[in-house]
């Protein structure tokens, strides 16, 4: 009897450990309206409130998914979800290489797999208005889109080469209490795929017109902000089974009340 | 204790053997290597032996991804849209999923039927590539029109879309989605789109041809444009099957 105690006893602790460590920390996003860079009609957005993850996913935490879900392995992952550069730097499929840090945000991830992630532990991705909304924030303020110092400092960062492999929360806690927005990696959005301008140059002239349905509707409210403009143009150009050695993810969740 | 060593050790045994013999598959699968000039000075021309290339005289590289295309326990590729295991429903009011369209080359597109701009161009560019195939060949082929709208279009509203256009034929089926998985379908076809207004949608016009195991074939970008190529693809599928 008492060894069944015990063992239940542990058991539990076990899995106590095993889902506390799973899920990460979420903060609350008390929700507004802001405008944003692209938005509908180049108008206010409204955001929801919901919670965010603190940090980008760690390389850590998605060794763990993969091996619960060795679908998203580097070997088994279908090439319908993810390109040749599907978490190519690993060593294995469970093994990362020595000069990758567990504390660091997982890279090379495709959208397909980020997105299965979030789902398996009842989130999601943000949706780009979300993750724009959260990312003005800069120390102190909601909204520091218009300070130079916030601009400055994300120029700076993208100017760094490899960031990816810093240990997240090595960047500034945001408004919200949320890291590493800026510095780190760029990160998956749910609708990135809804970014519609054509990041080659031949192509903008004349037959986008065509290629896009009202795509004259959305466009750049506030050009100055370079910052945005680059992200917005990343996505503009990803085919979500590509893996990109500095796009990592976090998730999102809706508050259900 | 004796006992479940025991086990444990033919547990650990079997392991072993299956792994290997996993191994030994996959090595026989990878036997066919094609080899290709890095330049391409000879367009996608393959060799099946390594040397150099004759017009740059540089060494040939192997092509690791032209060994068979490796088919999973259904029969389906890795490249295969029919992974994809949401469910839709049809106009008819039918579940589906995308794998139950297996066996037939299929022409995809996206659309809304609240469009007034690029869509009824879009429908009318879908119509004239099935006025281009042969009858006979009909019952080989699927014509998809995805809703990106799954909130407004529902299956009644699909069904009167396809009257009022004259596709109500056997051939062609038009779905409704999630949000999420018309967000999933619309990344495998790399097609954009985002609603600027509750009733309008920016996206892009792209119709996609599958084949029979669901691999994407041909994509043709753009309203009105020449569909020769479509027509081609189409063809050489039908041909093939």
């Known amino acids: 009897m008492q060894t069944i105690q015990r063992l239940t006893l542990y058991t539990f602790t076990l899995l106590f450990m095993l889902t506390g460590h799973c899920q990460s920390k979420m903060v609350a996003i008390k929700g507004g309206t802001y405008i944003p860079l692209y938005g509908r009609d180049s108008l206010k957005v409204t955001i929801s409130d919901f919670e965010m993850d603190v940090y980008p996913v760690t390389n850590k935490a998605f060794l763990e998914f993969v091996l619960k879900y060795p679908k998203w392995q580097r070997s088994q992952v279908k090439k319908l979800f993810a390109d040749g550069n599907y978490l190519i730097d690993w060593d294995s499929d469970t093994k990362l290489n020595q000069s990758q840090s567990l504390d660091a945000p997982v890279t090379n991830i495709s959208w397909f797999a980020a997105k299965d992630y979030c789902e398996c532990q009842g989130k999601r991705l943000a949706t780009i208005d979300e993750w724009e909304y959260v990312a003005m924030a800069n120390k102190t303020m909601p909204d520091a889109r218009q300070l130079e110092s916030y601009n400055k400092y994300i120029l700076g960062w993208y100017e760094k080469p490899k960031t990816f492999n810093n240990a997240i929360g090595s960047t500034f806690k945001n408004y919200w209490n949320v890291y590493d927005l800026h510095g780190l990696v760029w990160e998956w959005t749910l609708d990135f795929n809804s970014v519609l301008v054509s990041g080659e140059s031949r192509k903008d002239v004349d037959k986008d017109n065509n290629l896009f349905c009202g795509s004259a509707a959305v466009g750049a409210t506030d050009l100055m902000n370079y910052a945005a403009f680059m992200r917005y143009a990343i996505r503009g150009s990803l085919k979500a089974k590509y893996a990109m050695k500095n796009l990592g993810f976090r998730c999102v969740k809706d508050i259900v009340e | ?241």
């Open chain 2, 1 to 241: 204790m004796k006992t479940l060593k025991s086990i444990l050790s033919l547990f650990i045994v079997a392991l072993s053997f299956t792994s290997c013999h996993f191994s030994d598959s996959k090595k026989s699968n990878n036997d066919l290597v094609l080899y290709q000039c890095p330049m391409k000075c000879e367009g996608d021309k393959t060799f099946d032996h390594a040397g150099n290339c004759s017009v740059c005289k540089m060494d040939l590289k192997a092509l690791a991804e032209t060994s068979l295309t490796e088919l999973n326990h259904n029969g389906i590729s890795d490249e295969s849209i029919f992974n994809l295991t949401s469910t839709w429903h049809t106009e008819e009011n039918e579940i589906i999923q995308l794998e139950d369209l297996k066996g037939k080359t299929l022409v995809m597109v996206m659309i809304y039927t609240t469009c007034k701009a690029a869509c009824p161009r879009l429908v009318a560019d879908m119509r004239n590539i099935e006025a281009k195939i042969p009858k006979e060949n009909m019952k080989d082929l699927r014509f998809i029109l995805v809703s990106i709208d799954p909130e407004t279009d529902t299956p009644d509203r699909l069904k009167a879309f396809a009257k009022e256009n004259f596709m109500d034929g056997k051939q062609w089926t038009f779905l409704q989605g999630t949000q999420s998985s018309v967000r999933e379908f619309a990344n495998v076809l790399a097609v954009k789109y985002k609603q600027i207004s509750p009733m309008d949608f920016s996206h892009s016009n792209i119709i996609s041809v599958f084949n029979s195991g669901g691999e994407l074939i041909h994509q043709q970008e753009g309203l009105g444009v020449d569909n020769k190529e479509t027509l081609q693809a189409i063809h050489d599928l039908i041909n093939k099957n």
